[in-house]
């Protein structure tokens, strides 16, 4: 590829087609941001209490079972899932079970994108039919009749969300040059979803019905964007001719003068190292590789939605709760570029990661829990969160660099699984979640130091060039 970039370098970096490319991208992950926690407000538990008849059970002398259901209090949520099919006491399981199984759509649209746009569709058809089909799953959920259909369309919803995710940031890589692309991986993807999470209990304030809610949350995806298809997805397909176009449509739209010949053949100069075709499970031979992408990212991924999946349970309004862990997320991204910039890799991430861990598990030794208290260790995730994406980009050689992320990304989603269970140990003590997540993550932390160093380094090309673990 490294000649289609040479290529192209006519474009220049930040003309009209750049920007317009890189807001309308931007844009796309709103939707994703105003959705991806949402089932913190659709699986509200609101205060409830027995209706009528009362059965004791005689050989658990503390539970008691609801003979004629449970009513609900509506001062907070006009109606939940939670709500609607009694999902509370021995029927609180199911729950965690709605998250969990929102997660396992992620993880399997995570495999299923990848393959349906790398080798079938391309990139733009992908994104657009999966932002159709999530449009088209809401409005049928918004009609179910009960939690198993329920659950069956929030499996279908993270795949397809996911997919959109995926395909809209690695259509951004590769349209955008290499210093906007290096601004929209990081900084421009974050934020942007970072302002759709801000949205979200702001839209669940005024909507308070989860069936209503859905239906905003579909109007949101309603999103209809003229983004042009990859021209490198292109060429690897050999259609050159299609690939042309794009790029003298760019050229015309920055006001630049296209070359007669854009793309010349490339010549066959053998299959070494570097134009070998690597795959997964090229990831999975290397020690140095397998610890980074199971232990690491799955930790954060635990780290991050254990405490954004925990805000309905805070003191304080539900509602404001969400808004502080959404818009705390800016600053975070914004110290994460920063940090990116100019200071050390592995000390940038050990110390977000470690100050996470210690806020988060400090909780407990505070009398009267605040969520202000909490948000720091949100903070401080939320920034390490942000730094392991572009930190992975650079430890991983350029023959698995697009294909190791990716990966990270998807192996990580195990961690976003197990995540609500995490913040159900509660039920059996308050200050559990906090110990065993801070505990966790300030481990984590601390294993962090043994990451190699990349900042100032020249990119891996090859597996063999790759830095070594040590320890």
């Keep these: 590829m490294a000649s289609s970039i040479a290529a192209t370098s006519f474009l220049g970096e930040w003309g009209p087609f750049q920007q317009r490319t890189f807001f309308l991208l931007c844009l796309s992950f709103i939707p994703n941001g ?76 995570s495999f299923v994108s990848g393959q349906l746009s790398d080798r079938l569709f391309g990139r733009k058809m992908v994104m657009f039919g999966t932002i159709g089909l999530q449009v088209v799953t809401t409005l049928i959920q918004v009609f179910s009749s009960s939690w198993i259909m329920f659950v069956v369309l929030y499996f279908l919803l993270g795949v397809e969300q996911i997919s959109n995710y995926l395909v809209a940031f690695v259509l951004g890589a590769e349209i955008l040059g290499p210093q906007v692309r290096t601004f929209f991986s990081t900084a421009g993807v974050c934020l942007f979803f970072a302002v759709g999470y801000t949205l979200l209990p702001l839209l669940a304030f005024f909507v308070r019905d989860w069936r209503m809610l859905q239906v905003g949350f579909m109007l949101a995806g309603c999103v209809c964007l003229f983004i042009p298809e990859s021209p490198r997805w292109l060429l690897s ?23 007669p010949v854009i793309f010349r053949p490339l ?47 805070l003191h304080g309004n539900p509602f404001i709760n969400c808004f502080l ?21 592995r000390l940038s991430h050990f110390s977000a990661l470690f100050a996470g861990g210690f806020f988060i598990f400090i909780i407990q030794f505070i009398p009267r829990r605040t969520t202000s208290q909490l948000m720091l260790g949100k903070f401080a995730v939320s920034t390490a969160f942000a730094v392991v994406y572009a930190y992975t980009a650079e ?77």
């Design 325 to 345: 862990s959404a818009v705390i997320e800016i600053p975070a991204y914004a110290l994460s570029w920063v940090m990116f910039r100019w200071c050390s890799r």
């Design 395 to 471: 430890l991983y050689p350029t023959v698995l660099r697009n294909t190791a992320v990716g990966a990270c990304s998807t192996a990580s989603r195990i961690g976003s699984i197990v995540a609500p269970y995490f913040i159900y140990l509660r039920t059996y003590s308050v200050s559990l979640p906090y110990i065993v997540v801070g505990s966790l993550t300030a481990l984590t932390g601390l294993l962090s130091l043994l990451l190699p160093e990349s900042f100032g380094m020249p990119l891996p090309d090859t597996i063999s060039q790759m830095q070594s673990f040590p320890g």
């Design 267 to 313: 010549k066959n100069e053998g299959r070494t190292e570097e134009t070998r075709v690597h795959n997964i499970c090229d990831l999975l031979r290397s020690p140095n590789i397998r610890w980074l992408s199971v232990t690491l990212w799955n930790t954060l991924t635990i780290a991050y939605y254990a405490l954004s999946l925990n805000t309905a349970n």
């Design 34 to 109: 105003l959705t991806a926690l949402s089932v913190v407000f659709l699986a509200g538990t609101p205060d409830h209490r027995c209706a009528y008849k009362v059965e004791y059970l005689l050989n658990y002398s503390e539970r008691e079972s609801c003979l004629d259901g449970w009513e609900f209090d509506h001062s907070v949520y006009t109606s939940t899932i939670v709500s609607e099919w009694n999902l509370v006491c021995d029927e609180s399981w199911k729950k965690p079970l709605t998250s969990s199984l929102f997660f396992g759509g992620i993880l399997a649209g």
């Design 237 to 259: 397909q050999g259609r050159v001719e299609e690939a042309e176009v794009i790029i003298r449509n760019a050229a015309k739209m920055n006001r630049i003068e296209s070359p």
